[in-house]
């Protein structure tokens, strides 16, 4: 029995190597850095502020209240996006950020 270890970087015997698995990692995400992005996320924040605050007070409709909220922010992000302010969009000024 041999006590030889396996490297992550190398192939099991009888493998072959595969380097790139079709990815190609040098293209810029740009991380959804957009004004729909940001509208979405932040309405969603606010969303999750307010049933958080609701679910330790106890309060069930206002606990509702705050999921709308965040519905209303995903919805509102959506809206945003498809009216071109979302990531490459044609209201956005492309400044390569």
């Given at each position: 029995m041999s006590k030889a270890t396996v490297s992550g970087t190398q192939p099991a015997p009888g493998k072959t190597a595969k380097t790139h698995h079709?990815?190609?990692?040098?293209?810029?995400?740009g991380h959804g850095n957009s004004p729909a992005a940001w509208t979405c996320v932040i309405v969603?924040?606010?969303?999750?502020?307010?049933?958080?605050?609701?679910f330790v007070i106890a309060n069930s409709p206002v606990f509702w209240a705050g999921i709308g909220v965040m519905f209303v922010g995903l919805l509102a992000g959506y809206i945003m996006r498809k009216a071109g302010y979302g990531?490459?969009?044609?209201?956005?000024?492309?400044?390569?950020h």
């Open positions: 079709g990815i190609d990692h040098s293209i810029d995400l969603m924040l606010v969303g999750a502020l307010i049933a958080s605050i609701a990531v490459g969009g044609s209201k956005i000024k492309n400044t390569g």
